[in-house]
């Protein structure tokens, strides 16, 4: 088992920064990926950004590409989302995920995702 925890959501104006974090315990060994995922109310939970987790190799969904930034600490087994130049429409509930044998590049189906985090509200305001 893997567990996640997040942390770093809350309320910014558009036009602002958050960064969230996520802490993975457990069987850590066995991640292959981790991810941000996000759901806005009414709407499927979509990929934001995955990392590899042994080569770092990245992917980002298009919404977010110049604006977001996935990085990862591999000795604190934590993964990080800096998030710039929000916009109200990124407003949801972000998800860590971890992966550890299924999907295949770029790992951004939801149905792949062995564990989740309980998730973390990010509020962008017009």
């Known amino acids: 088992q893997v567990q996640l925890g997040e942390s770093g959501g809350g309320l910014v104006q558009a036009g602002g920064s958050l960064r969230l974090s996520c802490a993975a315990s457990?069987?850590?060994?066995?991640?292959?990926?981790m991810g941000w995922f996000r759901q806005a109310p009414g709407k499927d939970r979509e990929v934001v950004a995955t990392?590899?987790?042994?080569?770092?190799?990245?992917y980002y969904a298009d919404f977010v590409k110049g604006r977001f930034t996935i990085s990862k600490d591999h000795a604190k087994r934590t993964v990080y989302l800096q998030m710039n130049s929000l916009k109200p429409e990124d407003t949801g509930v972000y998800y860590c995920?971890?992966?550890?044998?299924?999907?295949?590049?770029?790992?951004?189906?939801?149905?792949?995702?062995?564990?989740w985090g309980q998730g973390t509200q990010v509020t962008v305001s017009s």
């Open positions: 990392i590899t987790w042994l080569y770092g190799s990245i």
């Open positions: 995920a971890a992966l550890q044998s299924g999907g295949s590049w770029p790992f951004s189906d939801p149905a792949d995702v062995d564990y």
């Open positions: 457990g069987r850590t060994l066995s991640m292959r990926v």
